[in-house]
């Protein structure tokens, strides 16, 4: 079982390693998603967005697997500082748990997208680059399919990281 979860966590750190590579590799284009129009992005640009995108919605999808596993308490502890500053780990866990428990077991679960946001730091969102990958997801005790999304901040060193989930 302690395995289970070293290798789970390794992997998702090296995930996220490939993806802190390519978010500075590719930093030139995520500043110009963020400054003008997607569609005057090149080719090269559109790419390797596109490869971001690719690799942060794996790692999404790691951390609602590991929260399938009742392992919030690890996603929180990969978190960026700034998710560290806003939730701590004890109510992070509780949370979790509350929004997830009347739920039941997760079944199928579809990716519905990533989209990207600049927050300028007014209202309750600190100042950042985000990106949030959701997903549309069945539960066994739900009547209807729950959103869950998974959010990221891009870090002061250009890394994305973990900052948020929640599930409606």
């Not at 802190?20 to 963020?34: D, E, F, I, N, R």
């Not at 996603?75 to 998710?83: E, F, G, L």
């Amino acid at each position: 079982m302690k395995s289970r979860i070293t290798a789970s966590l390794a992997a998702l750190l090296l995930l996220s390693a490939s993806i802190a590579c390519h978010a500075q590799q590719a930093q030139p284009s995520q500043q110009a998603v963020q400054q003008a129009d997607p569609r005057s992005l090149t080719k090269e640009q559109q790419a390797a967005l596109d490869k971001q995108d690719q690799d942060i919605a794996q790692v999404a999808l790691a951390i609602v697997r590991l929260i399938d596993q009742n392992k919030a308490g690890e996603v929180w502890d990969q978190a960026s500082p700034i998710a560290k500053q806003i939730i701590s780990r004890d109510d992070f866990m509780k949370k979790v748990t509350r929004d997830r428990s009347s739920l039941g077991a997760p079944g199928l679960r579809m990716p519905m997208g990533v989209k990207h946001y600049r927050y300028d730091g007014t209202g309750n969102m600190p100042a950042g680059a985000y990106i949030n990958i959701l997903f549309d997801t069945q539960f066994s005790q739900a009547s209807q399919s729950s959103r869950e999304m998974v959010t990221f901040i891009l870090d002061s060193d250009k890394v994305w990281r973990f900052v948020g989930y929640s599930v409606r």
